[in-house]
Protein backbone atom coordinates (compact mmCIF):
# COMPACT_ATOMS: atom_id res chain seq x y z
CA UNK A 1 0.00 0.00 0.00
CA UNK A 2 1.55 3.61 -1.10
CA UNK A 3 0.17 6.53 1.28
CA UNK A 4 0.81 9.86 -0.72
CA UNK A 5 0.61 13.53 0.76
CA UNK A 6 1.32 16.39 -1.51
CA UNK A 7 2.19 19.87 -0.12
CA UNK A 8 3.61 23.17 -1.22
CA UNK A 9 0.60 24.72 -3.28
CA UNK A 10 -0.66 28.15 -3.21
CA UNK A 11 -1.56 31.40 -4.73
CA UNK A 12 1.15 32.81 -6.53
CA UNK A 13 1.68 35.85 -9.57
CA UNK A 14 2.21 34.98 -13.27
CA UNK A 15 5.71 34.56 -14.03
CA UNK A 16 7.09 32.97 -10.75
CA UNK A 17 7.94 29.85 -9.35
CA UNK A 18 6.66 27.29 -7.12
CA UNK A 19 7.72 23.61 -5.96
CA UNK A 20 5.37 21.29 -5.38
CA UNK A 21 6.19 18.31 -2.63
CA UNK A 22 4.69 14.46 -2.47
CA UNK A 23 5.61 12.17 0.12
CA UNK A 24 5.35 8.91 0.22
CA UNK A 25 5.01 6.13 2.65
CA UNK A 26 5.55 2.47 2.23
CA UNK A 27 8.48 0.46 1.13
CA UNK A 28 8.25 0.20 -2.36
CA UNK A 29 8.45 3.89 -3.12
CA UNK A 30 11.50 3.59 -5.44
CA UNK A 31 9.96 0.49 -7.46
CA UNK A 32 7.05 3.13 -8.56
CA UNK A 33 6.97 5.43 -11.53
CA UNK A 34 5.22 8.65 -10.55
CA UNK A 35 3.26 11.11 -11.44
CA UNK A 36 1.60 14.67 -11.36
CA UNK A 37 -1.92 15.55 -12.79
CA UNK A 38 -3.73 18.39 -12.34
CA UNK A 39 -7.99 19.22 -12.70
CA UNK A 40 -9.25 22.80 -12.87
CA UNK A 41 -12.93 23.20 -12.11
CA UNK A 42 -14.89 21.89 -14.86
CA UNK A 43 -12.64 19.98 -16.45
CA UNK A 44 -11.02 16.39 -16.79
CA UNK A 45 -7.89 15.36 -14.60
CA UNK A 46 -5.12 16.22 -17.03
CA UNK A 47 -1.90 14.31 -17.08
CA UNK A 48 1.36 17.04 -16.10
CA UNK A 49 4.91 14.97 -15.86
CA UNK A 50 5.86 11.36 -15.40
CA UNK A 51 9.03 10.39 -14.06
CA UNK A 52 10.73 6.74 -13.87
CA UNK A 53 11.31 4.77 -11.13
CA UNK A 54 15.54 5.83 -11.37
CA UNK A 55 14.42 9.45 -12.13
CA UNK A 56 16.56 9.27 -14.99
CA UNK A 57 13.65 9.01 -17.31
CA UNK A 58 11.22 11.76 -17.69
CA UNK A 59 7.71 12.67 -19.38
CA UNK A 60 5.77 16.17 -19.67
CA UNK A 61 2.51 17.54 -21.05
CA UNK A 62 3.12 19.94 -24.17
CA UNK A 63 1.79 22.33 -22.13
CA UNK A 64 4.40 22.44 -19.46
CA UNK A 65 7.75 21.50 -21.26
CA UNK A 66 10.88 23.51 -20.77
CA UNK A 67 8.60 25.12 -17.44
CA UNK A 68 8.27 22.45 -15.24
CA UNK A 69 10.82 19.68 -13.69
CA UNK A 70 9.75 16.64 -11.90
CA UNK A 71 12.35 14.98 -9.98
CA UNK A 72 12.41 12.61 -7.10
CA UNK A 73 14.72 11.57 -3.81
CA UNK A 74 14.26 7.90 -3.83
CA UNK A 75 16.00 8.12 -0.16
CA UNK A 76 13.55 10.38 1.36
CA UNK A 77 10.68 9.13 -0.62
CA UNK A 78 10.05 12.50 -1.80
CA UNK A 79 8.60 13.30 -5.47
CA UNK A 80 9.30 17.34 -6.50
CA UNK A 81 7.23 19.24 -9.38
CA UNK A 82 9.38 22.59 -10.03
CA UNK A 83 7.10 24.73 -11.84
CA UNK A 84 8.53 28.29 -13.30
CA UNK A 85 7.22 30.89 -15.46
CA UNK A 86 4.19 30.30 -14.02
CA UNK A 87 0.45 31.36 -16.13
CA UNK A 88 -2.77 31.88 -14.99
CA UNK A 89 -3.96 28.70 -16.98
CA UNK A 90 -1.64 26.16 -14.77
CA UNK A 91 -4.31 27.07 -11.80
CA UNK A 92 -5.72 24.03 -10.54
CA UNK A 93 -5.80 21.01 -7.91
CA UNK A 94 -2.51 19.25 -8.72
CA UNK A 95 -2.24 15.54 -7.29
CA UNK A 96 0.39 12.88 -6.71
CA UNK A 97 0.19 9.81 -8.41
CA UNK A 98 1.78 6.45 -8.74
CA UNK A 99 1.90 3.48 -11.00
CA UNK A 100 1.82 -0.38 -9.12
CA UNK A 101 5.02 -1.69 -9.25
CA UNK A 102 4.36 -4.12 -12.09
CA UNK A 103 4.35 -0.98 -14.48
CA UNK A 104 7.67 0.92 -15.80
CA UNK A 105 6.21 3.21 -18.78
CA UNK A 106 5.43 6.77 -18.23
CA UNK A 107 2.08 6.34 -19.43
CA UNK A 108 0.16 9.99 -19.27
CA UNK A 109 -3.16 8.21 -18.55
CA UNK A 110 -4.73 8.80 -15.06
CA UNK A 111 -6.67 5.58 -14.89
CA UNK A 112 -3.04 3.68 -15.15
CA UNK A 113 -2.19 4.80 -11.80
CA UNK A 114 -3.18 3.57 -8.35
CA UNK A 115 -2.53 5.46 -5.79
CA UNK A 116 -3.39 9.29 -5.54
CA UNK A 117 -3.02 11.98 -2.94
CA UNK A 118 -5.65 14.36 -2.22
CA UNK A 119 -4.41 17.13 -4.06
CA UNK A 120 -2.84 21.05 -3.57
CA UNK A 121 -4.17 23.78 -4.75
CA UNK A 122 -2.23 26.05 -7.02
CA UNK A 123 -3.83 29.54 -7.78
CA UNK A 124 -1.91 31.57 -10.23
CA UNK A 125 -2.78 35.19 -10.93
CA UNK A 126 -2.64 37.65 -13.76
Known amino acids: QVHLVESGGGLVQAGNSLRLSCAASGRTFSSLVMGWFRQAPGKEREFVAALSRSGSSTRYADSVEGRFAISRDNAKKLVYLQMNSLKPEDTAAYYC???????????????????WGQGTQVTVSS
Open 97 to 115: AARTTAYTSLTSDPSTYGY
